[in-house]
């Protein structure tokens, strides 16, 4: 299967085959050579309970509804933007707590890792994670530091509008957490509302726009990690950030 083409986004439209439950749906957002991206969406009273077991790492992250999480060794709960990593190859347990779960699953694609990593069943927010200046100014928490995968939350300021730019190796796929926003690109305009998402890929131009009177929070997954990996498009000259 190729690389879903931004052309269809929003790309939460695109449904697969393998109901959850009566009104429950689980959804192939993102599909490309590096990653996978679902999103989940079911009511406790039909699915009192859900098992993962993934060959690769997975990121799990919360968009509505709250859940208890367990494994052989560890528990944890989650909430709203709060995400969690599941180890390769590990059995978990997930408990709907609220009456309506609404999830994502970044599952990582290629060879397992071959370097410690201690993020395992550890919950990551805001809250949590460091909190830092990008470029443009705006503020941001990066997640997780997992060696394949950068994923992040970013706060737009309002009536934002970031320079147009491309990532020169990582695909981008953007979540609009909290306020509709918009993906500008050359060729066309997407507007994303809330808990919807947009595969951007790599040397693709793009810019992100909240016209907003208010700031708005996404989520950004980007894969594979590159350092330098951002170029400016200023007229004709691309300078890397």
Not at 90 to 116: E, H, I, M, Y
Request: with cysteine; net charge neutral; aromatic share 8%.
């Amino acid at each position: 299967m190729p690389p879903i083409d931004p052309k269809n986004a929003p790309a939460h439209k695109t449904t697969i085959m393998n109901p959850i439950g009566q009104s429950g749906t689980k959804n192939l957002l993102c599909h490309c050579e590096s990653m996978n991206i679902y999103q989940e969406h079911f009511f406790q009273n039909e699915v009192q309970q859900r098992f993962y077991r993934f060959t690769t790492d997975c990121y799990l992250f919360v968009l509505d509804g709250q859940a208890f999480l367990q494994n052989q060794n560890q528990e944890c709960t989650i909430k709203p933007n709060q995400g969690v990593w599941l180890e390769a190859e590990s059995n978990n347990k997930l408990v709907p707590l609220s009456n309506q779960l609404n999830c994502l699953l970044v599952k990582v694609r290629g060879a397992p890792l071959d370097t410690p990593f201690n993020e395992y069943m550890r919950v990551q927010s805001t809250g949590t994670a460091n909190k830092s200046l990008t470029a443009s100014n705006n503020n941001q928490w990066v997640l997780s530091e997992h060696p394949n995968v950068k994923i992040e939350v970013e706060l737009l300021p309002e009536q934002h509008n970031e320079p147009l730019h491309y990532h020169r190796f990582a695909q981008q796929f953007i979540v609009s957490l909290t306020d509709t926003i918009t993906i500008t690109q050359p060729e066309r305009e997407t507007t994303l509302s809330p808990k919807e998402g947009l595969l951007i890929l790599a040397k693709s131009k793009h810019k992100i726009v909240n016209n907003n009177a208010h700031s708005a929070q996404i989520l950004n997954v980007y894969s594979p990690r590159a350092k330098h990996d951002k170029v400016l498009v200023l007229g004709k000259k691309h300078t890397p950030t």
